[in-house]
């Protein structure tokens, strides 16, 4: 690792799998410079670990997120420069999530509010504790979404539950979350990390430059036309038929082996 003993962070490997986990259950792990900063440097640890196939984010505690930290932030001298710094690093790392080459998983075990809703919707999957909650309650604290949300949250619900959830700040719980399409699933919170990790080795079974490629078409698609859309995953599958993998793919469909990807 990049950094060494994070201090708002728990970070561990299982096989293929980067755990994440945020580590300031004190304040319901709500989110401090610090805490964007180590998060910047784990996800870029784990884009330059070949031998990592998929990444976890969850939170200590009971909760994953609970957005900034509102005691900090009152108490804090900042002079207007140095606020958009701190709110360009939640962009930064929403978009770091979401460019990263690796399928992440949110993990949603408790409160997902505000920033920690941002972070978990620019994950390529939410899985969510049954009781956890996930909210957008910027209106009512007279600020606004950032991350990419006002994008992101009307592909996924579509346009009129997006206008519900975000005007409103209403949240709302795993069972709905699953319902409406914001959430991948919804567990019993002892299922929880089960499941998440279940699903990660599942990812972390595939081909990663698939994975790479297929995750670059599917969150652009919404903004190309179908004829560059065309054009991009005929060059996508014409760069896979070059790598060792698809060889192995082939190989292994023929002998009826699961095949061993490498990434090359």
């Not at 920690?116 to 899985?127: N, P, T």
Request: hydrophobic share 40%; with cysteine; net charge negative.
């Amino acid at each position: 690792m990049s950094q060494a003993s994070p201090e708002t962070l728990i970070i561990a490997r299982h096989g293929p799998v980067m755990e994440i986990r945020f580590n300031r259950p004190q304040r319901l792990n709500a989110v401090v410079e610090t805490l964007y900063t180590e998060l910047l440097a784990a996800l870029a640890d784990a884009e330059a670990d070949v031998d990592v196939r998929a990444v976890i984010l969850t939170g200590e505690g009971r909760a994953f997120c609970v957005g900034a930290d509102m005691k900090e932030h009152g108490g804090a001298k900042r002079s207007l420069f140095q606020r958009r710094q701190y709110l360009q690093l939640g962009n930064d790392v929403c978009e770091a999530i979401l460019r990263l080459d690796k399928p992440v998983i949110a993990a949603v075990n408790g409160y997902a509010l505000g920033a920690g809703a941002e972070m978990a919707v620019a994950c390529d999957f939410i899985v969510m504790a049954d009781e956890a909650q996930i909210g957008f309650p910027e209106t009512s604290i007279g600020t606004c979404v950032g991350g990419g949300v006002s994008k992101l949250l009307p592909q996924l619900v579509g346009l009129n539950k997006a206008r519900e959830l975000l005007f409103t700040g209403r949240r709302i719980d795993g069972g709905e979350a699953a319902r409406i399409g914001l959430a991948t699933s919804s567990w019993p919170v002892e299922s929880l990390m089960p499941e998440a990790h279940r699903l990660a080795e599942e990812l972390g079974k595939q081909a990663p430059i698939s994975i790479a490629m297929l995750k670059r078409l599917v969150n652009q698609g919404s903004d190309t036309g179908l004829e560059s859309q065309l054009q991009q995953e005929l060059d996508a599958v014409f760069t896979c038929s070059t790598t060792a993998d698809w060889q192995e793919g082939v190989d292994a469909f023929a002998e009826k082996r699961p095949p061993r990807f490498r990434g090359e």
